[in-house]
């Protein structure tokens, strides 16, 4: 039996009992920080047909970081949990080619690194110098890294530092502030070390000094190709560092290459440059592969790393493009049988505000990942409530508290959750939480929100 009543739906015997809303939708609908706020609520059990919950559950809302949880179980289903991209390095002619296959890991823990192991693999096969240049070819993706959703006070920092075919230190770089001048609000920030610095960028500082307690709300402005990047906003007072997105990551990846070599004792008499080369019918002297798309799920899940998830996506399709890879999720779940019906994809990672889901759709897709195959890492790829990941402070000391596990999405006025758990029944279920534009931040609310369904449950 289901009761539909206005805009909301809700479902019985379950949660319905003798009332128009459960006490646990009915405070967060009312909530005085909801009022504003547009909700989207799913609750389906694994087993079984009907949702156990539903509030406007078919309403298109801004997912946040949860749409990465579309973007991995796709990927885990469609490129297997065993999958890993390959970096490869050739010798042709008097060029060595650094040839990129999408690997958002590639040098991400330290810059030379993984050099140090293709430089003995060139010495292994008797290479004492490189007469010629050394590329990087960055063709695995499509050229355009950013899509065209992406807001510009994101594009020019670390979060928003799309996927090249040739990704290296996590797209990104350093920039530390030093107290020279004098430390006061609304004073200039003085911009000691770049680090790795952009090769060929110019960067303008206006930063100042923020007000105490303002943390930090500085944003470093200019896109890919970029060659000049200016640095607005404040930090806070003190030493403090804050990450860009490089404008040209593979040809910091050659650029740092060349000198390790030369360093390491192979002499480069060439220039370090960025292109498109035909190797086919060459062999490589070394491939480098990355950890399983297992790891890499579990990392995109676990810290919301934007650069795993939109590369994950745009490997999903051969062409590498964006437009394929939205072709190709809509496609895995339409033959899955999930209405797709207001669902807009415009990235793998959920930084587009423009992108939007239902908290049906999400719910469902997670739903059927559970019965996959590919289900149980999926599912050990989400952070648990209160303990780990994002979610480690999230319904800490609550009774959700190592009940649930779920993916969490935040950006300015959008809060969101999409996950499973396990109620006080002992049966399992599958939730999307969908939260735009709250009066203020929605966290607690929500937490508490979730602590009683599952005790209800």
Same mark, same amino acid.
């Given at each position: 039996?289901?009761?539909?009543?206005?805009?909301?739906? $809700?479902?019985?015997?379950?949660?319905? $009992?003798?009332?128009?809303?459960?006490?646990?939708?009915?405070?967060?609908?009312?909530?005085? %920080?909801?009022?504003?706020?547009?909700?989207?609520?799913?609750? =389906?059990?694994?087993?079984?047909?009907?949702?156990?919950?539903?509030?406007?559950?078919?309403?298109?809302?801004?997912?946040?970081?949860?749409?990465?949880?579309?973007?991995?179980?796709?990927?885990?289903?469609?490129?297997?949990?065993?999958?890993?991209?390959?970096?490869?390095?050739?010798?042709?002619?008097?060029?060595? %080619?650094?040839?990129?296959?999408?690997?958002?890991?590639?040098?991400?823990?330290?810059?030379?690194?993984?050099?140090?192991?293709?430089?003995?693999?060139?010495?292994?096969?008797?290479?004492?110098?490189?007469?010629?240049?050394?590329?990087?070819?960055?063709?695995?993706?499509?050229?355009?890294?950013?899509?065209?959703?992406?807001?510009?006070?994101? !594009?020019?920092?670390?979060?928003?530092?799309?996927?090249?075919?040739?990704?290296?230190?996590?797209?990104?770089?350093?920039?530390?502030?030093?107290?020279?001048?004098?430390?006061?609000?609304?004073?200039?920030?003085?911009?000691?070390?770049?680090?790795?610095?952009?090769?060929?960028?110019?960067?303008?500082?206006?930063?100042?000094?923020?007000?105490?307690?303002?943390?930090?709300?500085?944003? !470093?402005?200019? &896109?890919?190709?970029?060659?000049?990047?200016?640095?607005?906003?404040?930090?806070?007072?003190?030493?403090?560092?804050?990450?860009?997105?490089?404008?040209?990551?593979?040809?910091?990846?050659?650029?740092?290459?060349?000198?390790?070599?030369?360093?390491?004792?192979?002499?480069?008499?060439?220039?370090?440059?960025?292109?498109?080369?035909?190797?086919?019918?060459? %062999?490589? %002297?070394?491939?480098?592969?990355?950890?399983?798309?297992?790891?890499?799920?579990?990392?995109?899940?676990?810290?919301?790393?934007?650069?795993?998830?939109?590369?994950?996506?745009?490997?999903?399709?051969?062409?590498?493009?964006?437009?394929?890879?939205?072709?190709? =999720?809509?496609?895995?779940?339409?033959?899955?049988?999930?209405?797709?019906?207001?669902? =807009?994809?415009?990235?793998?990672?959920?930084?587009?505000?423009?992108?939007?889901?239902?908290?049906?759709?999400?719910?469902?897709?997670?739903?059927?990942?559970?019965?996959?195959?590919?289900?149980?890492?999926?599912?050990?790829?989400?952070?648990?409530?209160?303990?780990?990941?994002?979610?480690? &402070?999230?319904?800490? &000391?609550? &009774?959700?508290?190592?009940? !649930?596990?779920?993916?969490?999405?935040?950006?300015?006025?959008?809060?969101?959750?999409?996950?499973?758990?396990?109620?006080?029944?002992?049966?399992?279920?599958?939730?999307?939480?969908?939260?735009?534009?709250?009066?203020?931040?929605?966290?607690?609310?929500?937490?508490?929100?979730?602590?009683?369904?599952?005790?209800?449950?």
């Amino acid at each position: 039996m289901k009761i539909s009543v206005g805009l909301f739906l $809700v479902f019985v015997p379950m949660v319905v $009992v003798g009332r128009i809303l459960p006490p646990s939708l009915k405070a967060l609908v009312e909530s005085s %920080v909801m009022k504003p706020a547009s909700i989207g609520v799913f609750v =389906v059990p694994l087993e079984g047909e009907e949702a156990v919950m539903a509030w406007r559950a078919d309403k298109a809302l801004i997912p946040a970081s949860t749409m990465k949880v579309i973007t991995t179980a796709t990927a885990l289903q469609v490129l297997g949990p065993e999958f890993a991209f390959e970096t490869k390095i050739y010798l042709k002619g008097d060029d060595l %080619v650094v040839e990129g296959g999408g690997d958002p890991i590639l040098g991400a823990t330290s810059l030379t690194g993984d050099f140090a192991v293709w430089a003995r693999a060139l010495k292994e096969a008797g290479v004492t110098e490189i007469a010629g240049d050394i590329i990087a070819d960055a063709s695995f993706f499509e050229e355009q890294r950013t899509p065209n959703a992406w807001p510009w006070g994101d !594009v020019g920092n670390y979060y928003g530092a799309g996927p090249s075919g040739l990704n290296y230190h996590m797209n990104s770089f350093e920039l530390t502030f030093l107290p020279k001048s004098p430390m006061k609000p609304g004073f200039p920030a003085d911009l000691f070390k770049v680090w790795p610095e952009p090769p060929g960028v110019k960067i303008i500082n206006h930063m100042k000094w923020g007000q105490k307690g303002s943390g930090d709300q500085g944003y !470093v402005y200019g &896109g890919p190709g970029a060659k000049v990047m200016t640095l607005r906003g404040t930090v806070p007072m003190g030493i403090f560092k804050i990450r860009g997105a490089m404008p040209d990551p593979p040809l910091m990846c050659v650029t740092f290459l060349k000198d390790f070599l030369e360093t390491d004792g192979i002499a480069v008499k060439g220039e370090a440059r960025v292109g498109q080369v035909e190797v086919e019918g060459l %062999v490589p %002297v070394f491939v480098q592969k990355s950890p399983s798309l297992a790891k890499i799920v579990k990392g995109t899940n676990h810290r919301s790393v934007n650069l795993y998830a939109d590369s994950i996506f745009k490997a999903l399709t051969p062409s590498g493009s964006t437009d394929a890879s939205v072709g190709k =999720v809509n496609e895995h779940w339409e033959k899955q049988g999930v209405d797709l019906t207001g669902f =807009v994809m415009h990235d793998g990672s959920g930084l587009s505000p423009r992108g939007t889901v239902t908290a049906r759709q999400l719910a469902m897709i997670l739903k059927k990942v559970r019965g996959d195959e590919t289900g149980e890492v999926f599912v050990k790829s989400l952070p648990v409530a209160g303990r780990s990941g994002t979610l480690a &402070g999230f319904g800490k &000391g609550m &009774g959700i508290e190592g009940k !649930v596990r779920a993916k969490s999405g935040t950006m300015t006025r959008v809060k969101a959750y999409a996950g499973y758990f396990h109620g006080k029944s002992g049966r399992e279920y599958a939730f999307a939480i969908l939260v735009n534009n709250a009066a203020a931040p929605s966290k607690a609310v929500m937490a508490r929100f979730l602590e009683r369904i599952v005790l209800d449950l």
